[in-house]
């Protein structure tokens, strides 16, 4: 048996949600290198354009749809495109997301609400779409990409936690509910990683040192580093591929250790 075979995404389709940069964007090329046809999709034609041009630059064939995820008949009209045009998906990567960071009695209930519809209404409304056709087909991949603040809280992520917990208990219902339909949804639990969205985090102080944030995330991850995009690649490859049949229901977390690790003894 050649066990890297399994491994192969030869012939998949896979759609990956807000993938125009950042994580999404690294995700969807492992996936195009492991072989299969890649579709994202991003809110804005300017990313969705940007997008096209950095997988192309990258020699990737990529089809870019302009899709608010939270908007049920968008994403309704974006999957049935995608069927015609490229195929049924095989591979759905629940990316996209946002982050407000506010402490919670200076939210407002439309800020908490703005954050809950994107990082957990969205993927359950994109889920909903493609599962039809993967049952019909007999197969199907769901990763819902979760964080720290799946298991973890901290001060003024109140929204983004919550709605990142409640994805961690939807990737496992939808396991639980079509499991049978040998459809695998598993999450991808990412440590600190740098990207647009944790810009902010690591900035520069006027004095040029480096933000207590920072330092702080590097001396709480046993790996003492920042992770890259490019570490969720094998991850993201193995729980879209045969590899991972009978992986359902898990969260896989890419975090350098920071959930096994108490922190440094003073
Ligand atoms: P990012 O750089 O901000 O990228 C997020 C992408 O999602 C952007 O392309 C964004 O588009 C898109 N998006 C936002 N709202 C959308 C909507 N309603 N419809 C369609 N697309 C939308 O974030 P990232 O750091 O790569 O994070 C990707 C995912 O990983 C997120 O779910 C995030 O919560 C999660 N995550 C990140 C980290 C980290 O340390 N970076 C750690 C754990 C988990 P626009 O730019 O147009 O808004
Ligand atoms: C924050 C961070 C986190 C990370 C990530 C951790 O403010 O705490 O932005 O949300 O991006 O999700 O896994």
Known sequence: MDILKNFSLEGKVALVTGASYGIGYAIASAYASAGAKIVFCDIKQEFVDK?????????????????DVTKEDMVKDMVQRIEAEVGVIDILVNNAGIIKRIP??????????QVIDVDLNA???????????????????????????????????????????????????????????????????PGYIATPQTAPLRERQA???????????????PAARW?????????????????????????????????AYIGKQP
Not at 54 to 62: E, L
Not at 104 to 113: G, K, P, S, V
Not at 211 to 217: G, K, R, S, T, V
Request: with cysteine.
């Open 227 to 259: 992770g890259s995009p490019e570490d969720l690649m094998g991850p993201a490859v193995f729980l879209a591929s045969d590899a991972s049949d009978f992986v359902n229901g898990h969260i896989l977390y890419v975090d350098g250790g920071i959930l």
């Open 207 to 221: 004095d040029g040192s480096r933000h207590p944030f920072d330092q702080f995330i590097v001396s709480k991850t």
């Open 104 to 113: 919670m009695l200076e939210m407002t209930a439309d800020e908490f609400r």
């Open 123 to 189: 993927p359950f409304i994109v889920a909903k779409a493609v599962i039809p056709s993967m049952i019909k087909k007999g197969h199907g991949k769901i990763i819902n990409i979760c964080s720290m603040m799946s298991e973890l809280g901290r001060e003024t992520v109140s929204a983004y936690a919550a709605a990142k917990g409640g994805l961690k208990m939807l990737t496992r219902n939808i396991c639980s509910e079509y499991g049978e339909h040998n459809i695998q949804c598993n999450g991808i639990g």
């Open 51 to 67: 997008g096209l041009a950095s997988y192309a630059a990258d020699g990737i064939d990529a089809k870019g749809y302009v899709c």
